[in-house]
């Protein structure tokens, strides 16, 4: 049963929240007939129903007022109308409070019924306790006590200043909160918080707009859980504090999300973490950025500890032939700071870092593309893994820096002025492009296993180790220098040449295969090129051994230096030959000022058996033995110098023979300081040419001229006819 007292024209809305029982209603009057008494005073019903009859609109409950009512009514305050109320109001299940007016509360309000608010409602320092229904249609709720609330349905506005406990809270209005909300809200409208969000255990859904400059706290709520257990027990959670995101959320404030809670930002949510904004991803919190937008902007800073995943999201959709699923990957944009102590999966998902900083210590696992355009990423004794599907794009000065361990398995591009720093271990399964970048690698290993490094017009410098096993190292226009460090080249491994190849006082190893063509370069600038067991093609391009350098070709190994090659050995440097040397058509070798070419005899020991073996020399092409170049052919060694063949050993130049010279071509000595041949036994078949100063028909054999022959080798003869 329901009761009414009107008392005018307009119908005011007098709110009451009630734990007891007991329900009653009330009309009050915004047009007095008299004059308000000011602070009416009302103890109960019976005097709060004659404080209404003569009018008032100002009405007092002092603190030991009760007003409650058993019969099912309704409470009507119009405009105009002040209740405040310091005892106690009941509302019961099934009565309803409407107000126009306003309704300061100092002491306490129990409530099962529902609230109708369109005017304002003050709980200044006092207690809101509703377990029924709140409608704020378009009113204003200034909370400054405490309010703990059932269901909230708010298309106006809330401003709390002390503590706000949700349960279930439908915004399509105005929250502001300055003190601490907490529970479970579904937004559509606009929440500003200043103060704290406290969701424990409880869920944030948002389609509208949360602009934080407080501090949000998601979390699961904990409970200990006592057992037979050696440590005496165990905590576990029972709930997830989650916030779902399908709207924006601007954080210039602190977001905490910790305790197995969980944030996800859906298609078409967006995150802005703006100018000094911190979001930190604590222990056991979960971020999933399934298909959404997450926006770190300059200053701010993300503290991930555990689990960051930017995935990739199926949205239903249609076209002309039917229902379709539109993929949508999540981005994450950064240009502030992102601080990685946990798991970052990039789940066929985009990472820009725009100028930002990505600071990895511990994993990051990219299966689509990662970004990194003038930003920098320091992976600092953590590990990057780019999958099957990956991509990470180095770009316009962007830098990467690894003290860690980075493995590749499918692509990374280091492109237009970017620089790569290894001081830890780059392992590459796929492919590096560096086009027009830099990739230093100071400390650190880079291991190339089965992979592909195309270094095109762009800068490797190596200070440590490059070890190439099984892969492909492409230099096209770019430069390769090893300054002091080790690039080795193992069996099946190739490195290709058509740029500048530079071993400042390092070591190249090869055991698999070096080609050096298209004007290629490789200078060996007082270090060591190891030719073991691998092989050499200098294709139309230049190596030269400089200072004191040394360049060993062994164990079956090949040097073929072909058309137009040239292979300059200088100033003090040495070519150790215990393998082949094919001097094809057009190639030239010079051996110019203080250069030695030792044509080696080798004996190597493998355990049981020994294989001795000697160099050999093929020459189609020429050979400059230039001023005060030796060449060495030891015992048990060959140099063939075949039909248009030409070996030149010209002023203070020496060619010691210890070993077997097959001249079916042309050997020119200039001056008279030159070798000298003292012959002993004939070759067959060889059909020489000697030319001194001028070419002779015939070469008999010579007295020294001047001074003792420089050659000093076994006898030839030479059948000349």
Same mark, same amino acid.
């Given at each position: 049963?329901?009761?009414?007292?009107?008392?005018?024209?307009?119908?005011?809305?007098?709110?009451?929240?009630?734990?007891?029982?007991?329900?009653?209603?009330?009309?009050?009057?915004?047009?007095?007939?008299?004059?308000?008494?000011?602070?009416?005073?009302?103890?109960? #019903?019976?005097?709060?129903?004659?404080?209404?009859?003569?009018?008032?609109?100002?009405?007092?409950?002092?603190?030991?007022?009760?007003?409650?009512?058993?019969?099912?009514?309704?409470?009507?305050?119009? %405009?105009?109308?002040?209740?405040?109320?310091?005892?106690?109001?009941?509302?019961?299940?099934?009565? /309803?409070?409407?107000? &126009?007016?306003?309704?300061?509360? @100092?002491?306490?309000?129990?409530?099962?019924?529902?609230?109708?608010?369109?005017?304002?409602?003050?709980?200044?320092?006092?207690?809101?306790?509703?377990?029924?229904?709140?409608?704020?249609?378009?009113?204003?709720?200034?909370?400054?006590? #405490?309010?703990?609330?059932?269901?909230?349905?708010?298309?106006?506005?809330?401003?709390?200043?002390?503590?706000?406990?949700?349960?279930?809270?439908?915004?399509?209005?105005?929250?502001?909160?300055? !003190?601490?909300?907490?529970?479970?809200?579904?937004?559509?409208?606009?929440?500003?918080?200043?103060?704290?969000?406290?969701?424990?255990?409880?869920?944030?859904?948002?389609?509208?707009?949360?602009?934080?400059?407080?501090?949000?706290?998601?979390?699961?709520?904990?409970?200990?859980? #006592?057992?037979?257990?050696?440590?005496?027990?165990?905590?576990?959670?029972?709930?997830?504090?989650?916030?779902?995101? &399908?709207?924006?959320?601007?954080?210039?404030?602190? @977001?905490?999300? &910790?305790?197995?809670?969980?944030?996800?930002?859906?298609?078409?949510?967006?995150?802005?973490?703006?100018?000094?904004?911190?979001?930190?991803?604590?222990?056991?919190?979960?971020?999933?950025?399934?298909?959404?937008?997450?926006?770190?902007?300059?200053?701010?800073?993300?503290?991930? &500890?555990?689990?960051?995943?930017?995935? =990739?999201?199926?949205?239903?959709?249609?076209?002309?032939?039917?229902?379709?699923?539109?993929?949508?990957?999540?981005?994450?944009?950064?240009?502030?700071?992102?601080?990685?102590?946990?798991?970052?999966?990039?789940?066929?998902?985009?990472?820009?870092?725009?100028?930002?900083?990505?600071?990895?210590?511990?994993?990051?696992?990219?299966?689509?593309?990662?970004?990194?355009?003038?930003? %920098?990423?320091?992976?600092?004794?953590?590990?990057?893994?780019?999958?099957?599907?990956?991509?990470?794009?180095?770009?316009?000065?962007?830098?990467?820096?690894?003290?860690?361990?980075?493995?590749?398995?499918?692509?990374?591009?280091?492109? =237009?002025?970017?620089?790569?720093?290894?001081?830890? /271990?780059?392992?590459?399964?796929?492919?590096?492009?560096?086009?027009?970048?830099?990739?230093?690698?100071?400390?650190?290993?880079?291991?190339?296993?089965?992979?592909?490094?195309?270094?095109?017009?762009?800068?490797?410098?190596?200070?440590?180790?490059?070890?190439?096993?099984?892969?492909?190292?492409?230099?096209?226009?770019? /430069?390769?220098?090893?300054?002091?460090?080790?690039? %080795?080249?193992?069996? $099946?491994?190739?490195?290709?040449?058509?740029?500048?190849?530079?071993?400042?006082?390092?070591?190249?190893?090869?055991? !698999?295969?070096?080609?050096?063509?298209?004007?290629?370069?490789?200078?060996?600038?007082?270090?060591?090129?190891?030719?073991?067991? !691998?092989?050499?093609?200098?294709?139309?391009?230049?190596?030269?051994?400089?200072?004191?350098?040394?360049?060993?070709?062994?164990?079956?190994?090949?040097?073929?230096?072909?058309?137009?090659?040239?292979?300059?050995?200088?100033?003090?440097?040495?070519?150790?030959?215990?393998?082949?040397?094919?001097?094809?058509?057009?190639?030239?070798?010079?051996?110019?000022?203080?250069?030695?070419?030792?044509?080696?005899?080798?004996?190597?020991?493998?355990?049981?058996?020994?294989?001795?073996?000697?160099?050999?020399?093929?020459?189609? !092409?020429?050979?400059?033995?230039?001023?005060?170049?030796?060449?060495?052919?030891?015992?048990?060694?060959?140099?063939?110098?075949?039909?248009?063949?030409?070996?030149?050993?010209?002023?203070?130049?020496?060619?010691?023979?210890?070993?077997?010279?097959?001249?079916?071509?042309?050997?020119?000595?200039?001056?008279?300081?030159?070798?000298?041949?003292?012959?002993?036994?004939?070759?067959?078949?060889?059909?020489?040419?000697?030319?001194?100063?001028?070419?002779?028909?015939?070469?008999?054999?010579?007295?020294? @001229?001047?001074?003792?022959?420089?050659?000093?080798?076994? $006898?030839?003869? #030479?059948?000349?006819?």
């Amino acid at each position: 049963m329901q009761s009414r007292h009107k008392f005018g024209k307009t119908t005011l809305v007098l709110f009451a929240t009630i734990l007891m029982a007991g329900l009653f209603v009330v009309t009050l009057n915004t047009a007095p007939v008299a004059a308000d008494t000011p602070n009416t005073i009302v103890t109960n #019903w019976t005097e709060l129903e004659q404080a209404l009859q003569n009018g008032a609109t100002n009405i007092l409950i002092p603190s030991d007022g009760i007003i409650e009512n058993m019969i099912n009514s309704q409470i009507e305050i119009g %405009t105009g109308v002040t209740l405040t109320n310091q005892g106690e109001v009941v509302l019961h299940h099934g009565e /309803t409070i409407n107000n &126009q007016g306003t309704i300061n509360n @100092i002491g306490a309000i129990f409530s099962w019924g529902t609230i109708n608010n369109q005017g304002t409602i003050n709980n200044n320092g006092g207690t809101i306790a509703d377990r029924g229904t709140i409608n704020n249609n378009g009113g204003t709720i200034n909370n400054r006590g #405490w309010f703990q609330s059932n269901i909230i349905n708010n298309s106006g506005t809330i401003n709390n200043n002390d503590y706000l406990q949700l349960t279930n809270t439908y915004n399509s209005g105005t929250i502001n909160n300055q !003190g601490k909300i907490a529970g479970t809200i579904y937004n559509s409208g606009t929440i500003n918080n200043q103060g704290t969000m406290d969701n424990s255990a409880c869920t944030i859904n948002n389609s509208g707009t949360i602009n934080n400059q407080g501090t949000i706290n998601n979390r699961g709520l904990t409970i200990p859980f #006592w057992g037979p257990l050696p440590d005496g027990g165990i905590t576990i959670t029972i709930y997830n504090g989650i916030i779902n995101n &399908q709207g924006t959320i601007n954080n210039q404030g602190t @977001i905490n999300n &910790q305790d197995n809670a969980i944030i996800n930002n859906n298609v078409n949510g967006i995150i802005n973490n703006n100018d000094n904004g911190t979001i930190n991803n604590n222990d056991n919190g979960t971020i999933n950025n399934n298909g959404g937008v997450i926006n770190n902007n300059d200053k701010g800073t993300i503290n991930n &500890q555990d689990t960051i995943n930017n995935n =990739l999201c199926e949205v239903p959709s249609s076209d002309d032939l039917g229902p379709i699923l539109i993929h949508i990957g999540g981005l994450i944009y950064n240009e502030g700071t992102i601080n990685n102590q946990g798991t970052i999966n990039n789940d066929y998902g985009t990472i820009n870092n725009f100028g930002g900083t990505i600071n990895n210590r511990n994993i990051i696992t990219n299966n689509y593309a990662i970004n990194n355009n003038g930003g %920098t990423i320091t992976n600092d004794g953590g590990t990057i893994i780019n999958t099957f599907g990956g991509g990470i794009n180095n770009n316009d000065k962007g830098t990467i820096n690894n003290d860690g361990i980075i493995t590749n398995n499918c692509m990374i591009n280091n492109h =237009l002025g970017g620089t790569i720093n290894n001081q830890g /271990t780059i392992n590459n399964q796929g492919t590096i492009n560096n086009l027009k970048g830099i990739i230093n690698n100071n400390q650190g290993t880079i291991n190339n296993d089965e992979g592909t490094i195309d270094n095109q017009l762009g800068t490797i410098n190596n200070w440590n180790n490059i070890d190439n096993n099984g892969g492909t190292i492409t230099n096209n226009g770019g /430069t390769i220098t090893n300054n002091g460090g080790t690039i %080795t080249n193992n069996d $099946k491994g190739a490195i290709n040449n058509k740029g500048t190849i530079t071993n400042i006082w390092g070591t190249i190893n090869n055991q !698999g295969t070096i080609n050096n063509s298209n004007w290629g370069t490789i200078n060996n600038i007082g270090g060591k090129i190891n030719n073991n067991r !691998g092989t050499i093609n200098n294709n139309h391009g230049t190596i030269t051994n400089n200072e004191r350098g040394t360049i060993n070709n062994q164990g079956n190994a090949i040097i073929n230096n072909n058309a137009n090659g040239i292979i300059n050995n200088n100033d003090n440097s040495i070519i150790n030959n215990g393998g082949v040397i094919n001097n094809n058509d057009n190639g030239v070798i010079n051996n110019n000022d203080n250069g030695v070419i030792n044509n080696n005899f080798t004996c190597h020991q493998h355990y049981h058996y020994i294989t001795c073996k000697g160099g050999i020399i093929n020459n189609n !092409g020429v050979i400059n033995n230039n001023d005060n170049g030796v060449i060495n052919n030891d015992a048990g060694c060959i140099i063939n110098n075949n039909v248009g063949g030409t070996i030149n050993n010209k002023n203070n130049a020496t060619i010691n023979d210890q070993g077997i010279i097959n001249n079916d071509g042309t050997i020119t000595r200039n001056r008279s300081k030159g070798y000298m041949f003292e012959p002993i036994e004939p070759l067959p078949y060889n059909q020489p040419t000697m030319d001194l100063i001028e070419p002779i028909a015939k070469f008999e054999p010579f007295e020294p @001229i001047e001074q003792t022959p420089i050659y000093s080798g076994p $006898k030839i003869d #030479w059948p000349f006819k």
